[in-house]
């Protein structure tokens, strides 16, 4: 089993900036994607980025060009730095990990197993 972790939500106005930071631990090394999810009340969990073990990424049409996803020094730890947020942005953000065999379902959420405990972000207009 993998345990996750985030951190690094808060509330911010439109156009602001946040660092989300999610810590795994345990059976990682059969993880071959982590991700970002968001869910906002109502809505069902959306996938928003994606890295796989060689760093290569993938991302929601809604997010590029203002989230970076990425894996830190410290072994286990990923990171999405969010910039020119928006109030659509809000919601809570969920780490995902998981070995998937196609990078086509990365940012599916029914593809991952393993999912912390979450982190709300709110943006303000």
């Known amino acids: 089993h993998v345990q996750l972790v985030e951190s690094g939500g808060g509330s911010v106005q439109a156009g602001g900036s946040l660092r989300l930071s999610c810590g795994a631990s345990g059976n990682t090394a059969s993880v071959t994607y982590m991700g970002w999810f968001r869910q906002a009340p109502g809505k069902e969990r959306e996938g928003v980025a994606a890295i796989d073990s060689d760093g290569n990424t993938n991302y929601t049409d809604s997010v590029k060009g203002r989230f970076t996803i990425s894996k830190g020094n410290a072994k286990n730890m990923m990171y999405l730095q969010m910039n020119s947020l928006k109030p659509e942005d809000s919601g809570m953000y969920y780490c995902?990990?998981?070995?998937?065999?196609?990078?086509?379902?990365?940012?599916?959420?029914?593809?991952?197993?393993?999912w912390g405990q979450g982190t709300q972000v709110t943006v303000s207009s």
């Open positions: 995902a990990a998981d070995q998937i065999p196609f990078s086509d379902y990365t940012l599916q959420y029914w593809a991952y197993n393993h």
